[in-house]
């Protein structure tokens, strides 16, 4: 099911989420486990009517087989958006890199990775577009 069909629909999708988490932020603060917040910001998008699938499996196929890499993202949204939560000291390049990966294997236009250990949590986001974003009618 293919639910965003433009840069701004899926963009406008992005920064409602981005609302939910710094909401889910400001209730909870710093300092608890990442499976909390990906509880908290789960419940918030379905309040607000978002298909949500939570610790996705990532298929990984090479040289035409199925590899069992074990790979799971978090939050999957509308089948449009990948949400990689983190709370951790800082982010590190492997961890854009494993969103990255994620996004190209399941063919997803955007992604947001989001780290809840911090204070001001607007500067520990990072979006993140490829090229099946790119493919995508502005409008």
């Given at each position: 099911m293919?639910?965003?069909k433009t840069?701004?629909?899926v963009t406008h999708l992005s920064y409602e989420v981005?609302?939910?988490a710094i909401k889910v932020h400001k209730?909870?603060?710093p300092g608890l486990l990442e499976s909390v917040y990906e509880k908290c910001l789960k419940h918030e998008l379905l309040k607000s009517g978002y298909e949500v699938k939570q610790q996705v499996?990532?298929?990984v196929v090479y040289d035409s087989i199925d590899i069992e890499a074990n790979l799971r993202l978090d939050l999957l949204i509308n089948d449009t958006l990948i949400v990689e939560l983190k709370a951790i000291d800082q982010l590190l390049p492997i961890h854009e890199a494993q969103l990255m990966t994620y996004m190209k294997l399941l063919q997803i236009?955007?992604?947001l990775l989001i780290n809840f250990n911090?204070?001001?949590i607007t500067e520990a986001m990072k979006p993140f577009v490829n090229e099946y974003f790119?493919?995508?009618p502005n409008k």
């Open positions: 293919e639910y965003y840069k701004a629909d981005t609302g939910m209730a909870l603060g499996s990532v298929p236009p955007q992604g911090v204070m001001n790119k493919k995508l």
